[in-house]
């Protein structure tokens, strides 16, 4: 599995024109190589010069993006000072990444049959075991963080941090996913009922932490 800055210009466009038609409304069984081509702007060719299926195609596409939105989420929380501005962070990525993005990648990875699912984890089981320690050495950032700040009781272990944290962020993903569904515009930016519904889940994280 390659880094997302080892994939070349020309993969990086064909990973990229699989999501341009599937925001134009296609679905994955429906593509062709050569409907992924001209998406990307090169020749068909071109394409079997990278990959030599579409199945290929897919299967390293769904690991790019993930790895992107990793690395996206890792400088996103990095940059933050303190415990509740992280949280906030997290929470502004969670919204960001289901009206932009989460969909397309979601339809990427649904379109993999099961032994397309076992090859990508073969394959790519450094990444995944890479972005699980990523996110393991996050949690213990942001625990002793708010362990720094007196916001985590004396008695909440790392364990129980992370239950209450990815428990609640799950909780706000759902309801996120609700307001999206039912919202003409589709635009929870600065919408009273996002800035609601983020103060609620800060509130609930630290009171379950003391």
């Given at each position: ?10 993969e990086?466009?064909?990973?990229k ?87 397309s ?51 909440v272990?790392?364990e ?51």
């Amino acid at each position: 599995m390659k880094l997302v800055n080892e994939y070349s210009k020309k993969e990086i466009s064909i990973f990229k024109g699989i999501m341009d038609l599937l925001n134009q409304g296609y679905r994955i069984h429906e593509m062709k190589v050569a409907d992924i081509a001209a998406a990307a702007g090169i020749g068909k060719g071109t394409v079997y010069e990278y990959f030599a299926t579409k199945e290929e195609i897919i299967r390293q596409a769904v690991s790019y993006y993930v790895y992107e939105e990793y690395e996206r989420f890792t400088a996103l929380i990095s940059n933050q000072r303190n415990f509740r501005d992280i949280i906030a962070q997290i929470m502004d990525y969670t919204v960001d990444m289901l009206e932009n993005r989460f969909s397309s990648l979601l339809f990427m990875v649904l379109d993999l049959g099961h032994s397309d699912i076992k090859q990508l984890i073969s394959e790519d089981s450094n990444l995944f075991t890479e972005i699980r320690s990523g996110v393991l050495e996050h949690i213990e950032q942001m625990y002793k963080k708010g362990k720094e700040e007196k916001l985590i009781g004396k008695n909440v272990a790392v364990e129980d941090f992370s239950l209450v944290v990815y428990g609640i962020i799950a909780a706000f993903t759902n309801e996120v996913i609700f307001l999206l569904d039912t919202r003409k515009d589709k635009n929870l930016k600065n919408s009273d009922d996002l800035s609601e519904l983020k103060e609620r889940a800060v509130k609930l994280i630290l009171k379950a932490l003391k």
